[in-house]
Each structure stands twice: as C-alpha cells, then as structure tokens.
C-alpha cells in the first residue's frame, strides 16, 4: 500500500529542494505540502514559539491526517518544538526535520558548531541538540553562529551572495569546532559544494538526514 508523507512548512523556500530529495529517496512515497508563512511572521514578532503557532502547527497536524497522511513532518526547525504537542492531537508519527541530525551531531563531536541565517532558529537547534546529548548522557559543547544579513539576501534572490557569506563563515568555523550543523532546510542546497571544498569536520544538514529516518520508519525496502 502506497504511503503518504505530510510536509508542514513554513516558508516555500525549501519545498521544492525537500521534493527533490524526496524523488531521489523514496520516490515510491506520496508527499504534500502544507505551507503556512503567518508562522514566521509570528516568530520574527514574539523570537520564540507561543501558545499561537502551537495551535497552529496543531491544527495543520490535524488537516494532514484528515487528508490520510501516514507521517507527518514538520521542515522548520524553528517550530520543532511543536511537534512535542501536536503528537498528542493526532494519531501518526510526527517528526522533527533535525532530530536526525541532532543525533548525528552528537554522536560525532564534543564541540558542537550550528550556523544560521534567521534567529529564530539558533535557540530551537541549539535545545535539540542538548536534549539529545542529556539523553545520551555525551557531555557537549554548543557555539552558535548567526548570519541574517545571508538569508535576507537569500529572500531578495541573491542566491550567489548568500551561499559566499556561508562558505566563508565555515571556513573560518570549522577551526573552532569538532562538527558543525546547518540549522535550517534553505542551506541544505550548499551541503555538494561545501564537501567539494574539502572541509576537515564533519558538516550536517537535515533534510537528507530526515527522509532517511522517514525511510526507516515506514519500513520502507
């Protein structure tokens, strides 16, 4: 039986990148999208996620299964931590896009680099990975990096100008750290070129990460 995959975002950035991967990976999987970019507006306002973009993401939750979704996943980082409610509204899988890479993060290195373009990014990111650490019980440490005049070259469609900020910001971060994640779905796209250059740590990125994990969960061969 043909499985669905459910993709709450919350910009259109990323949805065609996410697509792709999809393709490449399990391209015997159905996926849809549901945007909703009112959420970021809320975040660039408030810095954090509130009672308003909870009931938000929930109510998306809601309407995915409702369309016969068998996984949901949200692919902002930024409202991960909605997942942790909106489970309880539904009765399928929700996943977080960088729980997988939260993981790995851990498992490679003590000190732990994660790069953004928006603000309301780095703390989500950065309490993942804490999390995940104390469920590991792996002592760590997390230095944070924010580039927002990047991603608002990015949103003005200078695409070459954002991705020379972010290869130059992880030149001069992979001296400092044993492993570095990119903390959003938008980098996701630099991650060919980046291992092109020949970086000496390990760089992570979600989305891949993600549609494996959702590999695994569907059993899919």
């Known amino acids: ?3 669905t995959v459910a993709l709450i975002h919350t910009t259109r950035i990323v949805i ?3 697509h792709k991967l999809f393709k490449q990976i399990i391209p015997e999987v159905k996926s849809f999208n549901l945007l909703d970019e009112g959420i970021l507006e809320i975040l660039s306002k408030t810095g ?11 109510d998306l939750a809601v ?7 068998d996984l949901i996943m949200l692919t902002c980082s930024s409202i991960s931590s909605c997942a942790d409610i909106a489970c309880n509204m ?9 729980e997988a890479m939260a993981k790995k993060a851990v498992d490679l290195g003590q000190v732990i680099g994660v790069i953004a373009t928006s603000s309301t990014t780095l703390k989500p990111t950065t309490l993942l990975i804490n999390k995940v650490a104390k469920e590991k019980n792996r002592d760590i440490l997390i230095k944070t990096y924010l580039y927002e005049k990047a991603f608002k070259a990015l949103l003005a469609g200078k695409s070459d100008e954002h991705d020379n900020m972010i290869f130059k910001a992880i030149d001069e971060v992979s001296k ?14 630099l991650l060919q070129k980046i291992n092109e250059k020949a970086i000496k740590i390990n760089v992570l990125s979600s989305p891949k990460m993600a549609i494996y994990n959702i590999k695994k969960i569907l059993e899919i061969q």
Do not use: H, T, W, Y
Request: with cysteine; glycine share 2%; hydrophobic share 45%.
């Open 16 to 18: 065609e990148p996410i």
């Open 176 to 189: 400092e750290v044993d492993v570095l994640v990119l903390a959003q779905a938008s980098l996701d796209r």
């Open 63 to 69: 309407l995915a299964e409702e369309a016969g979704a």
């Open 48 to 58: 954090s996620v509130n009672s308003q973009i909870n009931k938000r993401v929930c």
């Open 90 to 98: 539904v009765s399928i899988p929700i996943l977080k896009i960088d």
């Open 1 to 3: 039986m043909e499985k």
